[in-house]
């Protein structure tokens, strides 16, 4: 019998006695089985009754995961593998997989036995490196789980580290929002001054008009009799409807050659007179006794001609200052439920003078509130808009629609009737610095459309852009609802 | 002696109104007539050439539907009837790149910003329109009481005659 | 309608203006008038249709000048159709029987025969007629063998010696025309190099800034410039200092008239200072030299200067009364940096050297017209006028004061002048009355003609008054030329009398009533004055 003894056998041993005992015995060698590299030994689950003793290369253990395998180890020669299943009868727990061209020894309990029982000498030495091998797993062990309470530890710090540089993200993202809403509502002001402009000038001139020719008409009203049709008059002027054309040239030609004495704007002011009007005044027109009755006249009627200038521009002025207060709302985290068609519409209002030219086509049926930052949304389609608008240089069709499609998305598509986009500039459309402006244009900062973008996403939607059948290209904008 | 007539071209009515009534103290001599889109403008051009009239001063708007101002101040500047006339933008939406082929290719002769003060307007139409007199009229006395009667002398006084 | 280029609007004044002067033309063939030459006639026709063109202008009043030369020539020049060579008259030798001679009755005109003195010329000879049958028997001791007479008494070379065409042509170098040349020139290099704006600005500093005093300084300026440059083109320029003072000062206030219209009053007086300050002044000129009687530069000066000041003083006074200022005073600035170029420094010593030379002319002796080729040479020769400048120089004033000089001549020499002045015996009315007689019609015509058309038109009548002595002997030539020149240069009622008063009323700032009122007083007033002048100091300076 073999006396106990405490040794260390080194993989090397094994692997020398092994080999110096294998040209003796074919028996040994009959145990012996060869795999090419990357061949499954022992594939997890499998059953399996023989331990397997590497004599030349290397294997490697390895546990099959959701969509990978873990490498746990790779045995060397000397090492054994298939030891758990060979003893307990359970199936193999780690795949084995030759890492390159394998000798191993396969052993299994009949083999053992005879190992036992012919090569006792064998015999301790396999337990001996049974016992080694365990123990050296087992130290592996222990250093596996402090590794991996390091790496948890250095995880938690990295996860809050990300935590604050998302935040940091959050914000630079809100404030670029904000610089471009800056950006868009710099150039919008600009628009609207211009918008503008038309009706103050109408509004002030017409005021002007007023503020001399009333106490002036007052006066002489005050002197003539006769004056029943003043009202009627005034009326009338409110009621003109302009037109220039050769029609109404010809028309003014004949009228100041049948009355050569009066001057070039009262046979103006008479030709734009309605046909009642018209009749009305012919009788005082000719006769010089009522010259001043007949001047009297002309001026209630140019007085209610520019009343109702002072009512149209002001009515246009107003609208335009409601469309620019909603576009400067502040967003303080609010968001609320707001129909998006309602900020499309404003947006269509203040880009005005832009779309003089373009046809501008709406195909806006109900749809469910969304739940949004509304600032931010009407920044989206001023954007597309401006956008669309440059590229087709202002002359071309603009087409609106939305919808809802049922399961909590709402679709908005923007499409133009311009050049579209090329195939390979569509994904970096919407990337930061894209501009096909020349040195930053006149808003081109490259950013308008990533940042609608940004937008979008912060409202759990999607932007993509696609061509439009018939030419040109759509922006499609799919926003959820929202809780 | 044919007409001198001033020529308005803008396609919002009420402002167009505001700028003829601008301009009603030089309906005198010159008179005034009106258009509200670059091709009505064409129509009228045609109108008056026809008629044996002249153009001596055209107040554009440009942003306009269908074509724009300074496309049509252009066309002006290339068209031997329309060559002197004098070319004033007024508006409040022409971009600098406008402006500028306004300036190089159509000849502004001045540029007046939207909104604009009338003793302003008028006074400039006076000017452009004392240029326009003095470069192509023999006879300047006519026109001492509605334009500027300074310059008017002093193209008399280096001319030597009346 | 339309205007065709190169084409005159027909309108109806022009129409009538035309018919009217084709008709005063054609009326001498028509009518006969005693005692007129057939010259006389043609020339009458050529005044008439002169006279009524000018008035009606169909055609431009110079275009009339150049027609009356063109007119001349053709018909009464020795080249001309008229009395050309071919037409010469025959002559025959005279006949003699005893101690009497014998010639053709037709030879004869009452008692008068016509000997042939010369190419072209003939000499009335009074016979004693003796008899007359088939021929004509005749005493008289001035009448020799050999000599010539006319065979035609009514020939119509009788009593006029037709000139060479060149005569009539040559009135557009007439050495007058040449003064009046570098008159033009000297006041176009004076406006290239702003001479009369700077001088302007300059000399107004010492009027100080009350109303009455700044006006004086302007018309005193204005009379100043007016007597070497146009009246027009000096009323233009000054109206650029005037103007902006009117347009400052309120509508009602008065000053406003004052300052605009003495501006072409001024203008008007001045131009009568130096005999290039304006047309009128040629004719006279031109008519008494025609004469013999040459009037230097200096002495006119010394003539007019006096009598120009004494009216502008008078017409400031006037005007000061009819529309005082209500504003107390106000600041005139005005640069006057003059022009230090070498060009300008050349035009002003051009200038001021040909002033001396003119005003001068006593000592030395030459003659005006040949110093005044000296601007004429210097101005072009050193570039102070270039080819532009000297196309832009008036020579239609110079056309139509030749036309005007080339009337003369022949309302002269055709015996017209003398017929129509011979028809009234004149000797009955005192010289006073006549010269009065003569400014007045002058100022009237020229209240609605150019002063140059009144001058031609006045000035031949009056020469020939003066030499035929049908006035008496008291009737001054000079005197009445000069009163006549005056009255057209006084003359300056309506904007039509002239263009500096068209200027003023073109502000719309003037009413006609306002320049009617001034036109009258000054004009009639100064005319009264120049009449004290003329029986007074000139008298003294021209003999």
Known sequence: MATFRRNFVSNADIVNTINSMLPDSTWLRGLLRKYHSGEVILREGQENDSLFVILEGQVSMEKEGDNLSTRIDLQEPGDFFGLLSFHTGKPVFTTSRAHSDVTLLAINHQSFEEINNQYPNISHTLQGMVFSNLAHRYKRVVMLHVEVDNLSRELEKEKDQLKHTIKVLEKTRNMLISQEKMAVLGELTAGLAHEMNNPASALLRSVDFLVKNLPEMFDKSARIQEKSLMRFFFESGQQREFVSSEGQREKTRNLAEKYPDLGRPEVRLMSEMHPDAFDALVPYASNSRKRELFELYLEAFQTGVFTNSITLSASRIENLVKSLRSFSRHNKGEREKMDIRKGIGETLMILGSRLKNIEVELNLPEIPPVNCYPGEINQVWTNIIINACDAMEEKGRLIVSCRYDGSGSVWVDIADTGPGIPAKFRKKIFSPSFTTKAAGGEFGLGLGLSISKSIVEKHQGIITVSDRPGGGAVFTVRLPVGN | MSEIYIICVEDEPQVLDVIVKDLEAMEEVFPIEVASSVAEARKLIKEIHQQGGRIGLALCDHIMPGEYGVDLLIEMQNNPFTRNTRKVLITGQAGLEDTIMAVNKARLNHYIAKPWNPEELLEIVRLELTQYVIATEKELLRYMSVLDPVRLQEEIRSRGYI | ?543
């Open chain 3, 1 to 543: 309608m339309t205007e065709r280029k190169g084409f005159r609007i027909i309108t109806n004044k022009t129409f009538l203006g035309l018919f009217l002067g084709i008709a005063g033309f054609c009326l001498p063939l028509v009518v006969h008038f005693e005692g007129l030459s057939l010259a006389g006639h043609v020339a009458l026709g050529i005044f008439l249709l002169a006279a009524l063109l000018w008035v009606f202008e169909p055609i431009p009043i110079y275009a009339t000048s150049l027609l009356v030369i063109l007119l001349q020539s053709f018909l009464l020049s020795s080249q001309g159709v008229l009395f050309g060579d071919s037409e010469l008259p025959g002559e025959i030798p005279l006949q003699a029987e005893g101690n009497t001679w014998s010639v053709p009755v037709t030879a004869l005109d009452g008692n008068r025969l016509y000997v042939k003195t010369g190419e072209r010329t003939y000499q009335v000879v009074e016979v004693e007629v003796l008899g007359v049958g088939e021929r004509a028997i005749v005493r008289a001791t001035e009448l020799e063998p050999g000599a010539e007479i006319v065979s035609n008494a009514r020939h119509k070379f009788i009593g006029y010696a037709p000139v060479s065409f060149t005569n009539f042509i040559g009135t557009l170098a007439n050495p007058i025309i040449i003064l009046f040349l570098a008159g033009f020139m000297l006041a176009a290099g004076a406006v290239k190099h702003n001479l009369d704006k700077n001088l302007t600005g300059f000399l107004l500093k010492p009027f100080g800034s009350k109303p009455a005093f700044i006006v004086l300084g302007l018309m005193a300026i204005t009379a100043g410039i007016s007597a070497f440059m146009s009246n027009t083109a000096t009323t233009a320029m000054m109206m650029t200092v005037a103007m902006p003072i009117a347009m400052q000062v309120s509508k009602n206030d008065k000053l406003r008239i004052w300052l605009l219209l003495s501006i072409p009053v001024a203008a008007n007086l001045g131009g009568l200072a130096t005999p290039i300050g304006t047309p009128p002044n040629a004719i006279i000129l031109a008519a008494l030299s025609g004469q013999g009687i040459n009037i230097t530069f200096g002495k006119w000066m010394a003539l007019m200067v006096p009598l120009v000041i004494i009216l502008i003083l008078f017409a400031w006074a006037v005007m000061s009364k009819f529309f005082p200022p209500s504003v107390k005073s106000f600041n005139l600035r005005m640069d006057s940096s003059f022009d230090r170029s070498p060009r300008a420094l050349l035009l002003y010593s051009i200038f001021g050297l040909t002033l001396f030379l003119w005003i001068t002319e006593a000592l030395h002796g030459i003659p005006n017209a040949i110093v005044a080729m000296l601007p004429i040479v210097g101005l072009t020769m050193s570039g102070v006028l270039a080819t532009e400048d000297i196309r832009k120089l008036p020579w239609e004033v110079l056309w139509l004061v030749a036309g005007g000089i080339a009337l003369g001549i022949s309302m002269d020499n055709t015996g017209l002048a003398a017929w129509v002045v011979g028809g009234l015996n004149w000797a009955v009315f005192p010289e006073l009355a006549l010269i009065l007689a003569f400014g007045l019609v002058a100022y009237l015509i020229s209240i609605f003609l150019s002063n140059t058309v009144a001058a031609t038109l006045v000035i031949p009548l009056a020469v020939s008054l003066a030499v035929s002595g049908g006035a008496g002997e008291g009737f001054s030539l000079v005197l009445s030329a000069l009163i006549i020149g005056a009255a057209c240069s006084m003359s300056m009622v309506l904007p039509i009398s002239t263009p500096p008063n068209a200027i003023a009323m073109s502000t719309g700032m003037v009413k006609t009533s306002d320049m009617a009122r001034v036109g009258l007083v000054v004009g009639l007033i100064g005319l009264m004055v120049a009449l004290v002048f003329a029986l007074t100091i000139w008298p003294i300076l021209v003999y």
